[in-house]
Every structure is written in structure tokens, then in C-alpha cells.
């Protein structure tokens, strides 16, 4: 069956790292997107792709970066982590490009900043 | 730029009574909404949406939600809840702009069915 996937699932590191989250799908969708989710605040986007070489940023993506080299996956980077990006990060994908479209969420990534 | 509120951030309730979940957004545009669904330790998934057309729209596990233009609202209802549907549960908006975001989600409702 198709997926999408996230690793690690768990993730602990320390203030100024860089640190890079996986995900992976295998429905051939074009768009993937990037969120976190914190309390009180739901769920925010931080960058999103509509295809191969194409990057968008959200909301909050200062302190993050995408890049899409492939349909399956888009890596999420956190140049130099701090402390205020210790989150739930979701990755998801939908197929098409309309703003109709379902988005198809993975499991998520906990991240802890120490 | 578009916003969802979702008024009640908690929401206790016991097994086989009903419940709605309620939800406005902003937008001077026509609009799409969506209701999801995460259950504890696991990813959204799709309750069901409004596109256009019927203002009730059916999801599944029997929950529906209706469309109501004229007070910018979304409310997510279920007659008669399980225990399984302890959840949190998002409503989100997309407004069909070009260089707008594609969806917006509101801060979620954490419904807690008691036994």
C-alpha cells in the first residue's frame, strides 16, 4: 500500500545542531508540505513543495529549510536547532495542486531541543 | 489572510450523547473547509470537506458538518459519540487565490469521551 513515511519518529539534540527530518511517500503526489504542531497553537506550515526544484515557505520557516530533488521525498533541515523549535513535526502530501485537494499526513516526528 | 477559530479548545462529553464541535473562519472570498481528525500518537486524516454544492456534508464515522455562509461557520457534529472518538480534531480553511497558502488550520478541539 502507498505511505508516507517519517523518521526518526523520536529526536533528541542539543542547541546549535543541524538537524535533518525525513519524509518519504510513495503516492507519486506532486505536493508535500511541512508543519509542526505545538500546543496552543495547532498545527503551522513551515515550507512546502508543488513538484521537483519547487519550494515554498510558510508561515514559520524561518530557521528551516526544503529542498526537493525528487517526487518522494522532502527533508526538512533545521540549520542551527534552538530551543524554541522542540515540537510534533508532520509532514504530508496531497496529489494535486487545487486548494480542494486532501492531504495525506505521516505519523510524525517528536523533536526535543535541549 | 484567512483564519479558522475553533471556540472551544476542550471538550468533555459521555458515550452515546451528541456533540458539535464549532468552528469559524475569516474570509471575504468563497472558501473550502475541512474537518480532521487525530487520534492520540498519530497523523491527521481526513474527516470529510466542503467544497460546494449541499451545505450538509457526511464524513465518516458519522460525523457531518454544515456549511453556513451567512455566519462564516463550520460545526462538526456527532449524534450520539464512542469512546474511540477521543480525539483532537482541526477544522481548516482554503481560500482559491492564487499565491495564497493551501490550507490554514485552526487551533483544534480536544473531544474526551467519558465512559
Known amino acids: 500500500d502507498a505511505e508516507i513515511t517519517q523518521s526518526p519518529r523520536h529526536k533528541i539534540t542539543e542547541t546549535g545542531r543541524q538537524v535533518t527530518l525525513a519524509c518519504h511517500q510513495t503516492w507519486n503526489h506532486n505536493n508535500m508540505f511541512w508543519y509542526r504542531q505545538d500546543l496552543g497553537h495547532g498545527l503551522r506550515l513551515i515550507h512546502y513543495?508543488?513538484?521537483?526544484?519547487?519550494?515554498n515557505k510558510g508561515e514559520v520557516s524561518d530557521g528551516y529549510s526544503v529542498s526537493r530533488s525528487n517526487t518522494e521525498d522532502l527533508p526538512l533541515t533545521l540549520e542551527s536547532a534552538a530551543s524554541s523549535q522542540t515540537s510534533v513535526y508532520f509532514c504530508a502530501s496531497s496529489p494535486n495542486r487545487g486548494f480542494a485537494d486532501t492531504q495525506y499526513f505521516g505519523p510524525g516526528t517528536r523533536l526535543t531541543v535541549l | 489572510a484567512q483564519s479558522v477559530t475553533q471556540l472551544d479548545s476542550q471538550v468533555p462529553v459521555f458515550e452515546e450523547a451528541p456533540v458539535e464541535l464549532r468552528c469559524n473562519y475569516s474570509s471575504s472570498v468563497s472558501v473550502y473547509l475541512f474537518w480532521y481528525v487525530q487520534y492520540p500518537n498519530q497523523g491527521l486524516q481526513l474527516l470529510l470537506k466542503y467544497l460546494s454544492g449541499s451545505t450538509l456534508v457526511k464524513g465518516i464515522n458519522g460525523f457531518e458538518a454544515e456549511f453556513n455562509k451567512s455566519q462564516t461557520s463550520f460545526h462538526l457534529r456527532k449524534p450520539s459519540v464512542h469512546i474511540s472518538d477521543t480525539a483532537e480534531y482541526f477544522c481548516?480553511?482554503?481560500?482559491?487565490?492564487?499565491?495564497?497558502?493551501?490550507?490554514?488550520f485552526g487551533k483544534g478541539t480536544r473531544l474526551s469521551v467519558i465512559a
Open positions: 513543495s508543488y513538484g521537483v526544484q519547487d519550494t
Open positions: 481548516a480553511v482554503s481560500v482559491p487565490l492564487s499565491g495564497n497558502t493551501p490550507l490554514v
